[in-house]
């Protein structure tokens, strides 16, 4: 096909930027100001007629907005969702493929699904085709060969034409001469094809290339003029069509966009993403949130790309082997940068707890995804991390000035970003799906509501306060409605945080770091509690004394205001030498001085004790004395599901509760629950088992954010002004959704009544 030289070659040359984030506190609703709220979440495991891995990556919807259509490469499948009543999505079964195939991508014109499938044999001969899939009873009418491997589909607004990004991508393994494992160049090129839509009848449909390399396969001068990394080898990634039938392409590994006129098939401009310099990010996979590195002239290498109108796109800039700016960009359609996010997007991950520590190092919250989409007369964009399972809205009226409008939490790797304008609905496909951990893949479905508030967050920090594994609380002595949380092993540094329960959402005020003889203590806290003459008793959770030195095992922490600690209590050996992993989870503490007690709870029962009894203990600071209860668990639902304890919290006088859960997750969540009982002010004998009564199932109050119910209910406590919270521990998004789950149950004296 013919090119232009473009007007503007490298006009997105390096650019500095770490900018203010704009942030909507609260996330305020009313009559002009809607959000999206949750509706629910499909896991695509229920629309197979056997439990297996599948996923769902990229999603289209039929015209009529209701039946939700997705794509599944692990199983092999083309996926149908029921979302007439988006509150109660329905699985309409799933449309298989060949065994070699991999669908890529899909989308809807008129009564059929275009299913892009890769059917590619190896790298160097790579293949794919166009399933036109009759919807009414999926059934293929017709295979349409794309001359490579595809990656990405696009309509035109008008239906007359689809836009097919044909990657033929690297091989990471392959070492090309004079390079490096997975380097560029590698043959064949990638390029473009155009599939005319002229009639309704598919018979009529036919593709042509554009290519994006001489017909030898040298590089385009337009290419090399613009600065592309690898003109010979431009690894096509993602397309977009605005309403000028102009299509948006990205070229990801090389760092560039190419803008072609989908009619003509002419290429009107090449240019490339730049680069970013940033500052105040978490650039070292270090064992904690650390927002003070930074990144110099990083390519930004955009995935997705959408138009926000004729004249302005934008992109998400995952990054792939040599960049990843962790934020996205809105550029004019000849190439200059009009917006950056800078370091705003990582920002929103880190204040609302979805920082993903462990990709520190390398992209950061990895922006994959974007879509652009009109709600009621407004111009929003979608952005989904990858990595910390999340999708940022902005309202992109002025594309130069997108305004951040909420966080949207999403399961694990969100994928798919598609909205719904005509039914208010915005749907996320999630592709993670590990089913020895718990957790699958989805599709959720949101609706722009005008609700009094958003959902989520129910906590928050600000100014890059770094939070995650919210692992035990208390009560803050003095301050009514403030309470203190403590980190797990999510980190190697254990951080006290301070949170006020008084804003909504509720706002993580200050984290302090506890020390050990002047440096960062790492311990797996898993239950805090206020001395009341200053500082704080941490039950830190270990393994049996006999494998590890005193500060890996089960320990029972003492920590002055400042945060050092000044003395580590190991459990009495007959417990310390057999208990496991599963140890201290709870402590509370009653008293001062002489006085002072302090009570815990281990997880799960000890290999001596009695089925299904765990312990609860009490240890006598004054004196070193330690005292053992029992406490009955509730069968477990299987060895793999296990029962076990989680927080402990003192009510009142000799009364006291604890929270007891299930390790499951999803819909196998099956028990959350709040019991309490009595505890003999006396030293028992042997290990009497205390009666329990059953106050609340968190499971509908877990349940009311119409997401990915969460496993570890792990932090309870009531606050000086009489209010019960709980929250669920993150994990720091390990093998987690990372949604924090932040919420009160009311008064103490009517929850507790009983």
């Known amino acids: ?199 309704a009848n598919p018979a009529s449909w036919a593709v042509r290339a554009v290519p994006f390399t001489q017909p030898g396969g040298a590089a385009l001068p337009s290419f090399t003029a613009a600065g592309i990394a690898a003109p010979a080898d431009p690894e096509v990634e993602y397309v977009s069509v605005n309403g000028k039938g102009k299509i948006a392409v990205t070229l990801q590994e090389n760092n560039g966009v190419v803008i072609v006129d989908g009619p003509s098939g002419t290429i009107d401009e090449v240019f490339s993403a730049g680069k970013v310099s940033l500052t105040g990010i978490d650039s070292a996979k270090d064992g904690f949130i650390n927002p003070t590195g930074s990144i110099t002239d990083v390519p930004r290498e955009p995935d997705a790309v959408g138009w926000i109108d004729d004249h302005h796109l934008a992109t998400a800039n995952e990054g792939d082997w040599k960049g990843g700016s962790r934020g996205w960009t809105v550029f004019s359609d000849t190439g200059t940068v009009v917006w950056d996010a800078g370091n705003t997007f990582e920002h929103l991950a880190i204040e609302h707890g979805l920082h993903n520590e462990d990709r520190a190092a390398k992209k950061g919250s990895e922006p994959e995804g974007l879509a652009v989409g009109t709600f009621n007369g407004r111009r929003y964009a979608f952005v989904g991390s990858e990595r910390s399972n999340f999708v940022a809205v902005y309202d992109v009226e002025n594309p130069a000035n997108p305004v951040f409008k909420q966080l949207l939490p999403t399961n694990a790797g969100p994928e798919g970003l598609l909205p719904i304008p005509g039914k208010s609905l915005f749907a996320v496909s999630a592709e993670t799906d590990n089913a020895a951990v718990g957790l699958r893949a989805t599709v959720q479905l949101f609706r722009l509501d005008y609700d009094e508030r958003a959902e989520f967050p129910q906590v928050r920090s600000q100014n890059a306060l770094g939070w995650a594994a919210l692992s035990g ?91 050092a600690v000044t003395q580590e209590v190991p459990l009495p050996a ?115 088992v205390v009666p329990k009564t059953l106050v609340r199932d968190l499971l509908p109050d877990l349940r009311l954010t119409n997401g990915w119910t969460q496993e570890k209910v792990e932090s309870l406590t009531i606050l000086g002004d009489g209010t019960v919270w709980f929250a669920t521990d993150n994990d720091g998004l390990t093998d987690a959704t990372g949604e924090t789950v932040l919420r009160s149950l009311g008064q103490a004296k009517k929850l507790f009544r009983a």
């Open 1 to 199: 096909m013919p090119f232009r030289i473009p007007r503007r070659g490298l006009a997105a040359a390096a650019v500095a930027v770490a900018l203010p984030m704009i942030f909507a506190p609260g996330a305020q609703a009313g009559k002009d100001q809607p959000f999206f709220e949750r509706l629910a979440t499909y896991p695509v495991v229920q629309n197979l007629p056997a439990d297996t891995a599948t996923v769902a990556e990229i999603s289209a919807v039929t015209e009529d907005g209701e039946t939700l259509i997705y794509t599944d490469a692990i199983g092999r499948n083309i996926g149908f969702l029921d979302i007439s009543r988006p509150k109660a999505p329905q699985g309409l079964g799933v449309l298989p493929l060949g065994p070699g195939d991999s669908p890529t991508s899909v989308a809807v014109v008129g009564g059929y699904a275009l299913a892009v499938i890769d059917s590619s044999p190896s790298f160097t001969a790579p293949s794919g085709r166009v399933d036109v899939i009759r919807i009414s009873d999926r059934t293929v009418v017709r295979s349409i060969d794309l001359g490579g491997q595809p990656d990405s589909i696009a309509l035109s607004k008008n239906g007359r034409f689809a836009a097919i990004a044909i990657e033929n991508q690297r091989d990471e393994e392959f070492t090309p001469a004079g390079g490096k494992a997975g380097d560029l160049p590698q043959a064949p090129g990638g390029f473009l094809q155009i599939l005319d839509l002229p009639t």
């Open 473 to 563: 609380f208390s009560p803050v002595p003095g301050q009514p409605e403030k309470l203190y949380a403590v980190s797990d092993a999510a980190f190697n540094r254990t951080s006290i945080y301070t949170i006020d329960t008084g804003q909504a959402p509720a706002l993580v005020e200050s984290a302090l770091t506890v020390t050990k003889n002047g440096q960062p203590a790492g311990y797996d806290a898993e239950g805090v509690a206020a001395r009341q003459g200053g500082g704080w008793w941490i039950a830190s959770e270990g393994d049996t004394a006999s494998k590890l030195p005193l500060a890996k095992q089960n320990l029972l922490v003492a920590v002055d205001a400042s945060g």
């Open 574 to 688: 007959e417990v310390s030498s057999v208990i496991g992993k599963q140890g201290l989870e709870g402590v509370t503490v009653t008293g001062s001085g002489a006085s002072e007690q302090v009570y815990f709870t281990l997880q799960r029962p000890l290999p001596a004790d009695p089925a299904d009894t765990v312990r609860i203990g009490r240890y006598t600071p004054a004196t070193g004395a330690f005292a053992f209860w029992g406490y009955k668990l509730e069968p477990s639902a299987s060895a793999a599901n296990w029962n076990g304890l989680s927080e402990i919290v003192h009510v009142s006088g000799d009364a006291f509760a604890v929270v007891e859960r299930d390790k499951a997750s999803g819909p196998a969540a099956a028990h959350k629950k709040i019991y309490s009982f009595h505890l003999t002010p006396a030293a028992p004998s042997g290990l009497p």
